[in-house]
């Protein structure tokens, strides 16, 4: 079964032939090849590009890697990638021509001093590169850096919401409900029945994403880095810091390790695009709040899938849902603060700092967001707005709930919108 990615495809085809390098990045089985070699692949074919005019290659690839000579159990065996200048060699055979080439290249980190091969690559004005990667190496976010500026990023997500109903076979609240308890990892998706679900995102987990940092960042104590993913799993979304963290350790786990360990490990995570975190920003002062932050997980199945699906808060996993939905359609997004001087009930006045779940920029647009699991009455409602009407500029303000309401504006200005209907419009927010 074909899962379409067009929201990935269309920035791919945007940015065919500016000069640059296209590097997808993202999470471990996020779905990078498979748009690259299939869904990119084909596109280049139905817009007319003659089939020997686009070289694929995948350096994990025994076929392929014959083709110049290299063998996969041999570059094992010695520890060692592909030679740069096999490769090279093939690719100049394969330009026949002043045509434009279009070389698709997978898993290119497995080939030694695959940097300096594409940088050459640049100055061939008949060349168009496209690279994945996803082993320990080129699954660090800052690859780009690898290209002196030359790269255009392209970052991928596991499927969002929309691109998951695109094969669910049910409605969307059943899907939604699916879709938090098994996130969009594609090959997950995909499997039959709850068992085959947990059990492939579990061995992912340990596979794939522990053993790849493990072997990227040396570590010599693999449980912490395993014990810090499971208080980060248990606590999504919470407000935390190395020190608070260090502290957690402390108690539950009588453990010594220091607030620069756990920083060094949460630096690993995020470089692996396992979580991200966003940072705390005061509103009316206009300044970043260095420490606590929240940290979200890419995919929610991921996250269930580490602490053996025994916690599942419907309230903290949409929130981590509406988080992931913001980031994919490019939006910057940090956790707002804004201070309030209010009288207490004895009339002394108490200084509170009131929190926005999502300030959301792009550009020149701004939304501040307020994820809402239930309203079921106006005393909820008014408790989700209260820091909305202490912002006094003009950009929108949103409360997103799970309930089944109509999109509406109240006497404020303030736009409530369902979780379906925002997941499912791109262009939900504009209304």
Known sequence: MEIRRDFYLDKLIQRKNNGLIKVITGIRRCGKSYLLNTLFYQHLLDSGVPKDHIIRFAFDSADDLYLIGESLIRMEKERRGADPEKFMAYIRAQIKDDA???????EVQL???FEAVLNSYLRKENLDVF????N???LSKDIITEFAGRGDEIHMYP???????TVYQGDQYMGLS??????GIPLVVLREGAGEKAA???NLFQEIYIRDIHQRNRIRNQGELEDLLNILSSSIGSLTNPEKLKNTFKTVKKSKITAGTIKKYLDYLEDSFLIESAQRYDIRGKAYIETPKKYYFSDLGLRNARINFRQFEQTHAMENVIYNELRMRGYNVDVGVIASSEKDKTGKVVRKQLEVDFVCNLGSLRYYIQSAYSLPD???RSQEIRPFRKIDDSFKKIVITKDIVPTHYDEYGILTLNIYDFLLNPRSLEQ
């Open 200 to 202: 492939a995102l579990q």
């Open 178 to 183: 699916e879709y938090m308890l098994y996130g």
């Open 159 to 165: 499927l969002s919401f929309a691109e998951f109903m």
């Open 378 to 380: 106006e005393e909820k």
């Open 111 to 113: 080939m030694d001093y």
């Open 131 to 134: 690279v994945t990667g996803s």
């Open 100 to 106: 434009m080439y279009y070389l698709l290249l997978d």
């Open 136 to 138: 320990a190496k080129f």
